[in-house]
């Protein structure tokens, strides 16, 4: 089996996550890639990380504070694996085509249609792989209700309807997921909607969206979480 040396290019909580899915994937047998390097514009946050996958994995990754120093100094490494905060996705997946690594980025690849076309152009540029790491049409729930539909046994789909709930404007955990920078909570988790309406029912041919801003106690509702 050909193993492929891969990077991890941010060394915050997503790519601590990342990190122990890899630790999974070594455990099984089956890992394919060997994370050789860790990428982070803060070094400390590298070198964490690095500590972190060599308690995790057995040997410990290179640490480099950018991705063109990375590319100088191991030039061996065959792909990326972009784990940055959500703003950045689309800027850093260009600059990883442009040095030309294979590229897996974490949702959403970029807050707007703009930074996705950058993105796709710069791959198309490249010639190399783009994966976006969206893991809900990968769950096996979801994947049993695509062979559902698909066998037709409940009939043609004509609606589908995803809901979520948060906590408004109360922030408990996750305080970046507020952000309005970053697209909050409507985004992080919004591609996930998006994405298995695509997966159960096909291509988008049409959006449209309707708004309001209010307060709890509008719906009448008093509780404020724990």
Known sequence: M???????????????????????????????????????????????????????????????????????????????????DSGSHHMVAEMAFDLGYNVLCEKPLSLTIRGCN????????????????????????????????DSGVIGNPYSMLLGSAGGGKEIIILPWRHYKNIGGIFVDAGVHTVDQMMYYLGDIEEVFAVSKIGNLSDIGGTHRGP
């Open 2 to 84: 050909t193993v492929i040396p891969i990077a991890i290019v941010g060394a915050g909580g997503m790519g601590g996550r990342h990190l122990r899915a890899l630790g999974s994937l070594y455990e099984s047998g089956m890992a394919n890639v060997e994370l050789v390097a860790v990428c982070d514009t803060r070094k400390e946050n590298a070198l964490h990380l690095a500590d972190k996958a060599e308690e995790m994995l057995g040997s410990r990754p290179e640490v480099f504070t950018s991705m063109e120093d990375m590319r100088k100094k191991r030039p061996d490494i065959e792909a990326v694996d972009i784990t940055t």
């Open 118 to 149: 950058r993105v796709i152009d710069a791959w198309k540029r490249s010639g190399k792989i783009l994966s976006v790491a969206e893991q809900e049409r990968r769950d096996p729930m979801c994947r049993l209700n695509k062979a559902v539909l």
